[in-house]
């Protein structure tokens, strides 16, 4: 009677298991410091008029790391350019915070060349506790050297986020950057300071 009560409950969790669980989005993949702790995919209904989203939800109830669903692309539509990268995110019980993070890398180098995750840019935009879809952005220079974009959601402890709507845009100079500024490295639009006197 005992293994049998046990059996259903180990029956049980592993349909509830199933059932939490969530497909993986076509082109995005799972990483972070500790992406074991989280559940990511495709939430699907939970998103804006009924829609689907992506989520990261926590699965255990203490977390010292972070889970990130990201993906990369090439960087030849934008080098040269200043971009803005947008999102919807909504929150629950986030105990540290969460965002959207964008990272530009260049070739041969472990050091990246445009960074922003809104939580170390240039103010802290991060997002805590429990939050309605609100639109987010990230704005970095992308220069000629850059050789990958790399861009997702993470969620630092415990909590759930789902994101959806993500857009890449190209602006011009009036709009300020977010992050680790690169713009020493982004080509003028023409020449400058010829007479020494700045």
Same mark, same amino acid.
């Given at each position: 009677?005992?293994?049998?009560?046990?059996?259903?409950?180990?029956?049980?969790?592993?349909i509830?298991?199933a059932?939490?669980?969530?497909?993986?989005?076509?082109?995005?993949?799972?990483?972070?410091s =500790?992406?074991?702790?989280?559940?990511?995919? %495709?939430?699907?209904?939970?998103?804006? +008029? $009924? /829609?689907?989203?992506?989520? !990261?939800?926590?699965?255990?109830k203490?977390?010292n790391?972070?889970?990130?669903?990201?993906?990369d692309?090439?960087?030849?539509?934008?080098?040269?350019k200043?971009?803005?990268?947008?999102?919807?995110?909504?929150?629950?019980?986030?105990?540290d915070?969460a965002?959207?993070?964008?990272?530009? =890398?260049?070739?041969?180098?472990d050091?990246? %060349?445009?960074?922003?995750?809104?939580? +170390? $840019? /240039?103010?802290d935009?991060? !997002?805590k506790?429990t939050?309605?879809?609100?639109?987010?952005?990230?704005?970095?220079?992308?220069?000629?050297?850059?050789?990958?974009?790399a861009?997702?959601a993470?969620?630092?402890?415990?909590?759930?986020?789902w994101?959806d709507?993500?857009?890449?845009e190209?602006?011009d100079?009036?709009?300020?950057?977010?992050?680790?500024?690169?713009?020493?490295?982004?080509?003028?639009?023409?020449p400058?300071?010829l007479?020494?006197?700045?």
């Amino acid at each position: 009677m005992k293994i049998t009560k046990q059996l259903a409950g180990a029956f049980i969790l592993v349909i509830a298991l199933a059932l939490v669980s969530f497909d993986s989005p076509t082109g995005w993949f799972e990483a972070g410091s =500790d992406p074991d702790s989280y559940d990511m995919g %495709i939430d699907q209904g939970a998103g804006q +008029d $009924g /829609k689907n989203a992506a989520t !990261i939800k926590s699965k255990v109830k203490k977390i010292n790391g972070f889970g990130t669903l990201m993906q990369d692309c090439l960087p030849d539509n934008y080098l040269g350019k200043r971009v803005r990268m947008s999102g919807m995110v909504k929150t629950q019980g986030v105990s540290d915070w969460a965002g959207l993070w964008f990272r530009i =890398d260049q070739k041969d180098s472990d050091r990246d %060349i445009g960074f922003d995750n809104m939580h +170390d $840019g /240039k103010k802290d935009r991060s !997002i805590k506790g429990t939050t309605d879809w609100t639109r987010y952005e990230i704005v970095l220079d992308v220069p000629a050297n850059a050789s990958n974009l790399a861009y997702g959601a993470l969620l630092v402890g415990t909590g759930q986020i789902w994101f959806d709507d993500i857009k890449f845009e190209i602006v011009d100079n009036s709009v300020p950057t977010t992050g680790e500024s690169s713009e020493h490295l982004m080509p003028r639009k023409e020449p400058v300071n010829l007479d020494f006197e700045k």
